[in-house]
T-cell receptor, first 119, second 115 residues
Framework: DTEVTQTPKHLVMGMTNKKSLKCEQH?????MYWYKQKAKKPPELMFV???????INESVPSRFSPECPNSSLLNLHLHALQPEDSALYLC??????????????????FGPGTRLTVL | AQSVSQHNHHVILSEAASLELGCNYS??????LFWYVQYPGQHLQLLLK??????LVKGIKGFEAEFIKSKFSFNLRKPSVQWSDTAEYFC?????????????FGTGTKLQVIP
């Protein structure tokens, strides 16, 4: 099973709403990622979790709040978003992260994404 | 900082034509290279990857790519394209950045295959 699932597929929310995006993988991967992809642009990294701990926050505004309840799940909590936050939000996972001082890497497997529209 | 350049933004080919999509990267250390494909309405899928060893890498659906270290390139090729290859293709590189693996994607090349 090389599948990463994401729910919901589509989400429309107002600027005062609170919503959450969910991502799940059952491949035993210990690294999980959130990306944002605007139309006709490549994915941009937002957050990286390694062994359920937040490793990287790529200067993402605090209105995006990630959470990793366990090794298979990754959530992205949304609050007070702006219309410019409308995008495709992609989740990915990989077997492991490059360790500090180490030297290996692995393939990231992507989910289908959640198409978010902020009104 | 690492970066990836894809020079062809939009490529239009007839079926059975040969394909070569350019990818150049900039990074000072050891890199790993990937090509991902995104079919219309579908999610990113891995086409092929290069970690080490034989610089000519074969992927799914008849695609291959060649890593040329001296040219910092990882071009994607297919001898004969099909209509079903219509998609957006992203080159990506990962490298050690501050102790973690960061993936940087190129801007993508939209391939349109005409029957």
């Amino acid at each position: 099973d090389t599948e990463v699932t994401q729910t919901p597929k589509h989400l429309v929310m107002g600027m005062t709403n609170k919503k959450s995006l969910k991502c799940e993988q059952h491949m035993g991967h210990r690294a999980m990622y959130w990306y944002k992809q605007k139309a006709k642009k490549p994915p941009e990294l937002m957050f990286v979790y390694s062994y359920e701990k937040l490793s990287i926050n790529e200067s993402v505004p605090s209105r995006f709040s990630p959470e990793c309840p366990n090794s298979s799940l990754l959530n992205l909590h949304l609050h007070a978003l702006q219309p410019e936050d409308s995008a495709l939000y992609l989740c990915a996972s990989s077997q492991d992260l490059l360790l500090a001082g180490g030297g290996y890497t692995d393939t990231q497997y992507f989910g289908p994404g959640t198409r978010l529209t902020v009104l | 900082a690492q970066s990836v350049s894809q020079h062809n933004h939009h490529v239009i080919l007839s079926e059975a034509a040969s394909l070569e999509l350019g990818c150049n990267y900039s990074y000072g250390g050891t890199v790993n290279l990937f090509w991902y494909v995104q079919y219309p309405g579908q999610h990113l899928q891995l086409l092929l990857k290069y970690f080490s060893g034989d610089p000519l890498v074969k992927g799914i659906k008849g695609f291959e790519a060649e890593f040329i270290k001296s040219k910092f390139s990882f071009n994607l090729r297919k001898p004969s394209v099909q209509w079903s290859d219509t998609a957006e293709y992203f080159c990506a590189v990962t490298g050690n950045s501050g102790g973690y693996q960061k993936v940087t994607f190129g801007t993508g090349t939209k391939l349109q295959v005409i029957p």
